[in-house]
């Protein structure tokens, strides 16, 4: 929101949604191999899968690390720490759809926000060595 308030012209994803950024799958059965998602602030995200397909033959969320195999229906929104652990989705049936609405936001805006929001210009003629670094 201090985002927002700051620079007026941004505009949210979606109405409501505390996360800044929304990536449409919109590839026609949308499986992932097992990974983890960098740089998202705590890691969280959301999953919303809006296409028609049986959830009982494929469409799954795996949470590799806690052994855990979830029946993810089409409509349903999952919250959970994609940076922390990994994941993948079981791929559906063939003939079916499965598209994913995925909303998180990146640490380097939490990063941005604590610093005061410098512009380029701003930030580059004082940088600390740590920063630099980084």
Not at 59 to 72: A, D, E, K
Request: include cysteine.
């Amino acid at each position: 929101q201090a985002l927002l308030r700051r620079h007026p012209q941004l505009r949210a994803n979606l109405p409501g949604t505390t996360f800044a950024a929304l990536t449409v799958n919109a590839g026609l059965q949308s499986c992932l191999p097992p990974h983890q998602d960098p740089d998202t602030v705590h890691g969280w995200c959301t999953d919303t899968p809006p296409a028609k397909y049986d959830p009982d033959k494929g469409g799954h969320l795996v949470l590799w690390v806690l052994y855990l195999t979830i029946r993810f229906p089409a409509g349903i929104t999952i919250l959970f720490f994609s940076e922390l652990i990994t994941h993948s989705m079981i791929p559906i049936q063939r003939g079916k759809t499965r598209y994913a609405l995925i909303q998180y936001s990146s640490g380097g805006l939490f990063r941005f926000r604590v610093i005061g929001f410098p512009s380029d210009k701003n930030f580059l003629s004082k940088p600390t060595k740590k920063e630099l670094r980084e």
